[in-house]
């Protein structure tokens, strides 16, 4: 193959004679690759600045209105209206991650460490393939199949540990609660994070492996000391990653959560703050004028939530790749 | 490498064919007639609550001539009405009409500088309370007891207020879960307006798109998200339009005395019974809804037609009249009710439109 594509090169490179100052034909795929590269990467930055750019523009007559205007044309005054959505955003989010973080790291575990290889591969496929399913499909599956089925488990939750904040109140007599949505976020980050702390796992030293093995470790003892520690950095980048998806997801929260305008920390109640991208899906169609700045506004704020959260990510990233051991 | 290339390649063109495909997406501007040849355009933008009987409205209009084409844009009764005030629709859908200070000539981009615009209720529509309670299958209530759970001060089914207007039902000793629109809605707009008619000491807020924060309860995307999270539920009970209630049970309302449930008549009979707002131009069918009347169920949407007076284009004008006359016609009255469940206009009131859009021009 190498050979093939060389030999052309050099014949043709050869006529022109030394002193014309033609370019190397060898070098020209690769400055055409390069450009390509250099294309994309620039492409992506000004994807990027333009949508900020947009946000910005049809968001602004929001942002800079008058408090009194909003309320009478729009949905009340900006901050006062968007904290809550944003608050329920980072909240459905965190609940998902807690619930899908563990039992992610489990299965990339099971299937980098314990599981025969014959079971190993086929069970990768199918949690890649979760994460093909479309998000409406979670949502008429959370709405239809997951809030009924689960109101009876809410109902024992608040009658039994109802005396744990988290579970008091009035239990939602449709299941359409903030853990509902939370359990079907998980289910849909829950391949994200498992594939790439799959791959993580896998590459972690079999030397370091064998010798924790060889110093009489059992199975669980080893992967404490030989594979977290070298993984840590790509789990938490996985988890990063994971709760990106989970701040943005939108039709599945749209048709799951019973969401209004509030602050609370219950889980199980019929009133859950809103998300962002669900309260933003659920006005636009009929928003207009004033309400319509107002919802790109709310946007404009989720875009910096997740700007932060993986500024966070990277910086924890960075701080931990340097005393991780993984080198 | 050669292989990357060729990915390289495919990925930019599947990226310039995302970009053309969001191009094609994007709906012509909004005009009146074309000049050219004999086919026109119509364009009305508003309310979704008409969308079903609009779609239905423009098949069979389209249907009888057919260089004609209609679009309607179900994008809200709000965005009609702007479009309509910025000339950008030929005639708006609307579940209010224009108030007093929002009407006047001259204030229309797509109307004569000396003519205002006439509203023309076209569709009307009740709104069902609805419920699913296991073993219940008929509920009658008042509407002090409907505000009192929507607003969330009755929260037991076994509340005396609901066991007062019910005594043969049994009914369960649990918590009542109240489902509201959760996006702005025409519907949320009247059913608030409804309590807040009938029943000012216990439903406070006045009729709003948003259904009132303060008094909490269940949220649901849509009418068939309502529907469905009522469905779905145990001791649940909402509001949506009638059509859409499926299997569910329909409360009955009292009014004074008689239990009345969301039919057509009983909805129809609403503009019947209510007058126009005062000072308005003869032709202009703008009404102030009597929801308190003897035999009247008080829950209903009206939808306006917002049409101009004067149209600056008088062939537009023709044509904004030939399609609103088969709209409030028996004909598509009975369309609408087919196709949307809605309640046709009363023969008198199709009368009284038609003398209204006859002095279009």
Redesign the interface.
Known sequence: MTQK?TRPGTSRGAEPGPGTGAPDPKRR?DR??RG?AMG?GI?ILVILALVAAFLLIQGSPALFADPAKLISQG?GEFLPWVLPYAFGTVWAAILALVLAVPVAVGIALFISHYSPRRLAQPLGYVIDLLAAVPSVVFGLWG??VL??AA?PLYEWLSANLGFIPLFSG???????TIFTAAIVLATMVLPIITSMCREVFLQAPRLHEEAALALGATRWEMVKMAVFPFARPGIIAAVMLGLGRALGETMAV??VL?????ITFELLT??NP?TIAATVA??F?????L?TSQLIAAGLVLFLITLVVNMIARWIVSRRAEFSGAN | ?RI??IA?AA??TA?ALAFAGCASNETPAAGGTTAAGASKTLTGTGS?AQKAAQEKWVAAFQTKNSSVTVNYNP?????GR?AFIAGAANFAGSDRPFKDEEMGAGKFAGCAADSSALNLPVYISPIAVIFNVDGVTDLTFDTDTIAGIFSGKI?KWNDAAIAKTNPKVTLPD??????HR????GTTNNFTDTLNKTSPTVWTQAAA??FP?AF??????GTS?VV???T?????IGYADASAAGKLGKASILVNGKPLQPTADAASAILDNSKTIAGRAANDLAYSLERTSEGVYPAVLVSYAIVCQTYKDAALGTLVKDYVTYIASADGQQAAATAAGSAPLSSALQAKVKTAIDSVK
């Open positions: 594509l795929g055409v690759f390509f994309a492409l949905y709405s239809l809030a009924p109101r009035t239990v939602s007599g449709t299941g359409r749209t048709m019973s969401g209004t305008r509030n019929s009133e809103n659920q006005n169609p009929e928003a207009f004028g309400k | 490498m990357k290339t390289t990925l930019v990226t979704s994008d809200g009764s709000g965005a702007s929260t649990a918590a009542i879960t109240a489902v959760g996006d702005d809605s798109d948003t924060a909490g309860g269940e949220a649901a995307n998200g469905q999270a009522v779905g539920g145990k001791n649940t």
